[in-house]
């Protein structure tokens, strides 16, 4: 009986180190299993305002148009000598009163195709399919390089020859030179400047400038033997129609000592 119940007592006591064994283990294993790093913070979410979006003035007549931008016109023609009525008239006629989808959607007021233009661009149907136009960021530099684009191109030289407030000829000048294909491009320009009487904002300073650097030295000459109309006209950088009509002769024969008024070209 002793015997049995020694046998239990074993028993008993080797199940029990075994459970503590496998209890021990699992233990272990889980202590191994455990991520001891540190759980990450989420960032915070910053928000940021949206950049304001300068748009265009919404244009809604040529009147407006004039309004908006006749004081930029009128700058440029202080720096560059175009006349105010050409820019503002080319600006109505080439971008629709400021309406036109090259206008709208690139700044462009004065159809200006790419070139050699190495900025932002734009494809538009103009006399071919999804031609090239410059993009602007806003219309003050479309003005600006409207500017730039006569003044450094040497096809448009003669226009600074010009008057400043000749806008007749500097519209048949423009065609002329190139700056666009329509041949009634200049009548155009011209009914617009007349109709919204565009010609009040040029100046009117540079007519009597160039009146002044035009005027004759009038001076008289005394017929010598020998002297012909043509001689005397030759000699004066005259033509023997402008020499007779000094004078108000009809014909051709002189006298000598006869005083004749001669007027020599413009040096300038």
Same mark, same amino acid.
């Given at each position: 009986?002793?015997?049995?119940?020694?046998?239990?007592?074993?028993?008993?006591?080797?199940?029990?180190?075994? $459970?503590?064994?496998?209890?021990?283990?699992?233990?272990?294993?889980?202590?191994?299993?455990?991520? #001891?790093?540190?759980?990450?913070?989420?960032?915070?979410?910053?928000?940021?305002?949206?950049?304001?979006?300068?748009?265009?003035? =919404?244009?809604?007549? #040529?009147?407006?148009?004039?309004?908006?931008?006749?004081?930029?016109?009128?700058?440029?023609?202080?720096?560059?000598?175009?006349?105010? $009525?050409?820019?503002?008239?080319?600006?109505?006629?080439?971008?629709? $009163?400021?309406?036109?989808?090259?206008?709208?959607? %690139?700044?462009?007021?004065?159809?200006?195709?790419?070139?050699?233009?190495?900025?932002?661009?734009?494809?538009?149907?103009?006399?071919?399919?999804?031609?090239?136009?410059?993009?602007?960021?806003?219309?003050?530099?479309?003005?600006?390089?409207?500017?730039?684009?006569? %003044?450094?191109?040497?096809?448009?030289?003669?226009?600074?020859?010009?008057?400043?407030?000749?806008?007749?000829?500097? %519209?048949?000048?423009?065609?002329?030179?190139?700056? %666009?294909?329509?041949?009634?491009?200049?009548?155009?320009?011209?009914?617009?400047?007349?109709?919204?009487?565009?010609?009040?904002?040029?100046?009117?300073?540079?007519?009597?400038?160039?009146?002044?650097?035009?005027?004759?030295?009038?001076?008289?000459? #005394?017929? =010598?033997?020998?002297?012909?109309?043509? $001689?005397?006209?030759?000699?004066?950088?005259? #033509?023997?129609?402008?020499?007779?009509?000094?004078?108000?002769?009809?014909?051709?024969?002189?006298?000598?000592?006869?005083?004749?008024?001669?007027?020599?070209?413009?040096?300038?």
């Amino acid at each position: 009986m002793n015997r049995i119940v020694l046998i239990l007592a074993l028993s008993i006591f080797i199940v029990s180190c075994g $459970s503590r064994k496998r209890s021990a283990r699992n233990v272990d294993t889980r202590i191994k299993k455990t991520d #001891t790093r540190p759980i990450p913070k989420k960032k915070k979410e910053i928000l940021t305002e949206p950049k304001a979006i300068v748009k265009a003035p =919404v244009i809604k007549s #040529t009147d407006e148009y004039i309004t908006f931008y006749k004081d930029i016109a009128i700058s440029e023609m202080k720096q560059y000598g175009i006349p105010a $009525s050409i820019t503002l008239a080319q600006g109505i006629l080439e971008s629709g $009163s400021g309406r036109g989808r090259l206008a709208v959607k %690139a700044n462009n007021h004065f159809g200006i195709k790419c070139h050699d233009w190495e900025g932002a661009k734009i494809f538009h149907d103009d006399d071919r399919a999804q031609e090239c136009f410059r993009k602007y960021k806003d219309a003050n530099t479309s003005f600006r390089d409207h500017s730039e684009f006569l %003044a450094n191109r040497k096809r448009y030289a003669k226009l600074f020859e010009l008057d400043k407030d000749d806008y007749k000829g500097w %519209a048949r000048e423009l065609r002329r030179a190139g700056y %666009a294909t329509d041949r009634k491009y200049p009548q155009k320009l011209i009914s617009l400047i007349e109709r919204y009487e565009l010609y009040k904002f040029d100046d009117k300073s540079s007519k009597s400038k160039r009146k002044e650097k035009k005027e004759y030295v009038i001076a008289t000459y #005394t017929v =010598v033997k020998g002297d012909t109309l043509f $001689s005397i006209s030759k000699k004066h950088n005259l #033509t023997v129609k402008e020499l007779q009509s000094l004078n108000d002769l009809k014909g051709t024969e002189l006298s000598v000592g006869q005083v004749l008024n001669i007027q020599p070209k413009d040096k300038n």
